[in-house]
């Protein structure tokens, strides 16, 4: 049984534990639920659509990364509203159904997201100022649904066509700062960016799930190079790393090579990745 004809879940996947996947899915069984699967798992899709029942379950043989991903997701969504949701962010239907109610209440809402906890029931950070104007995330405890200036992209409900409005996420950024991006076009519209009180959720974010160690450290801080790097460049900011890494790209290339001939391995490839980033902007921008 449908709980409702007005919202889809999509969910895009990559190399998370099969574990982590069913824990989420089992909360959305009475939900629309579309997932694209970055890593090209065919057994765990196997696996997936025989315990579930996922409206479409989508592998294309190469990683089109978050944002992206999730554009090619809402291409198939044919309810009003649709809640992007991570993997490791677990919602069960009464919190999704209080998203959804707090969302119909301000006529103003551009997206909304819940209140994050981890296993402990401990607050986690969801809703803060945007990253150039933050020297570190603090978590904070609203009392009563809150408006931010972003919301982290684990969890957001939005209707469809608005977010089709805007043009969607920004796919130049391809894991990071494209929910800063979105939260940035929806608030120049004098939309709000909500986090919901009576909406909870867990949400067990900042741990990679990719098992490779190397793999792991170059997606991380290439993606976080690059789509800061760009982030920054596409809203006029003050751009403090592009400064560092053309002051410091040469030390960066030195390091490499010692780092290898070290057998350091994951410090090498720590800076290869930050490099490849820098490089890669600039052919970007000119």
């Known amino acids: 049984m449908i709980i409702t004809e007005e919202l889809t879940i999509q969910i895009v996947l990559y190399e998370e534990s099969k574990d982590l996947i069913f824990e989420c899915l089992e909360n959305l069984k009475n939900f629309q639920v579309l ?55 677990k919602i069960n239907e009464e919190n999704i159904k209080n ?46 649904d809150t408006c931010f200036q972003t919301i982290l992209g684990a969890a957001m409900l939005m209707e469809k066509n608005f977010f089709y409005s805007i043009g969607k996420f920004n796919e130049n950024m391809f894991l990071f700062f494209s929910d800063d991006d979105l939260c940035k076009k929806i608030r120049k519209l004098n939309k709000s960016v909500i986090q ?10 900042g741990n990679s799930k990719v098992k490779n160690i190397l793999k792991r450290i170059y997606l991380r801080e290439f993606n976080m190079t690059y789509d800061q790097l760009y982030y920054f460049y596409i809203n006029k900011l003050e751009n403090i790393l592009l400064k560092k890494l053309k002051k410091k790209h040469l030390n960066y290339l030195f390091k490499i090579i010692l780092n290898l001939f070290l057998f350091r391995f994951h ?10 980033a820098y490089y890669k902007f600039l052919r970007k921008i000119n």
Do not use: W
């Open 35 to 89: 997932i694209l699967d970055n890593s090209n798992n065919r057994k765990l899709r196997e696996e997936i659509l025989n315990k579930f029942n996922i409206k479409e379950y989508i592998i294309l043989n190469k990683n089109l990364g978050y944002s992206k991903g999730h554009n090619y997701l809402s291409d198939k969504v044919d309810t009003k509203y649709f809640l992007i949701l991570n993997a490791d962010c």
């Open 99 to 144: 998203l959804l109610q707090s969302f119909k209440k301000y006529p103003d809402c551009g997206v909304i997201s819940p209140t994050t906890f981890n296993n402990r029931f401990q607050h986690t950070y969801n809703g803060g100022p945007f990253f150039e104007n933050e020297n570190h995330r603090y978590i904070t405890k609203i009392n009563g």
């Open 196 to 205: 919901s009180e009576s909406a909870k959720a867990i949400h067990m974010h």
């Open 267 to 276: 410090k090498s490839i720590y800076y290869y990745s930050r490099i490849s």
